[in-house]
């Protein structure tokens, strides 16, 4: 195997890897809302709802009809939420 093919190998087991992280529940950097949800453990219409009441996790409003939740602001605010007796 000359270099260009292990350097195509090394580029394909990172990208397979990088798509494990995401199925396993690392989710990519910008999520959307059913993502976002999976990645809470809760379902899409419950993030709709948590939007509507002002109480979910925070969001970017990209455009009129485009939302994205940001990973570290899920894990934050999932943090935010607690309890310890």
Not at 2 to 15: F, H, K, P, W, Y
Not at 23 to 37: N, S, W
Not at 60 to 74: F, K, M, S
């Amino acid at each position: 195997m000359d270099l260009a093919e292990e350097v195509r190998s090394l580029r394909d087991t990172v990208g397979q890897m990088a798509d494990q992280l995401t199925r396993i529940g690392v989710g990519p950097k910008l999520m959307k809302t059913p993502e976002a949800a999976e990645f809470l453990g809760v379902s899409p219409e419950v993030m709709f709802e948590w939007r509507q009441k002002g109480e979910g996790p925070p969001f970017l409003h990209i455009t009129a009809r485009t939302l994205r939740y940001d990973r570290d602001d899920l894990i934050e605010w999932a943090r935010s939420h607690r309890v310890t007796k």
